[in-house]
């Protein structure tokens, strides 16, 4: 999975996690400078936000930022794909946690009904 994001400056704070790695960093007259490009996983993904430039401009003609863009999906792709045994976690009783949990709040099901799968 890769990002783009192709609005106006808008300077940092940037709500993302803390990156692997920081690639590209833009620097905009007065002194401002952006992450424009940066690495992060999320669970068993790999992504890459990248902010090439404007949409006015034909930044995306650019051959630099085609082979970045296509260099992105060739790293973010991962052979092994999503991890299935996430999805097969079991539905316990907060009485038969493997840690000591505090329940609280309402319940989304009845007690031994099946969660949602």
Sequence with gaps: ???LENEEMYGEQFAVPEP??????????GGEVFRSGLTYRRGAGNIFYFR???????????????K??????KWAHNPQGANPTIL?????PVEKALEPIVERGGKLHAAGEAGYR
């Design 1 to 3: 999975y890769f990002e």
């Design 52 to 66: 090439p430039g404007h949409e006015t401009y034909p930044t995306y003609h650019d051959a630099t930022v085609q």
């Design 88 to 92: 097969d976690a079991p539905n316990v």
């Design 68 to 73: 970045v863009l296509r260099n992105a999906v």
């Design 20 to 29: 692997m790695e920081t690639v590209f960093i833009s620097w905009f007259q």
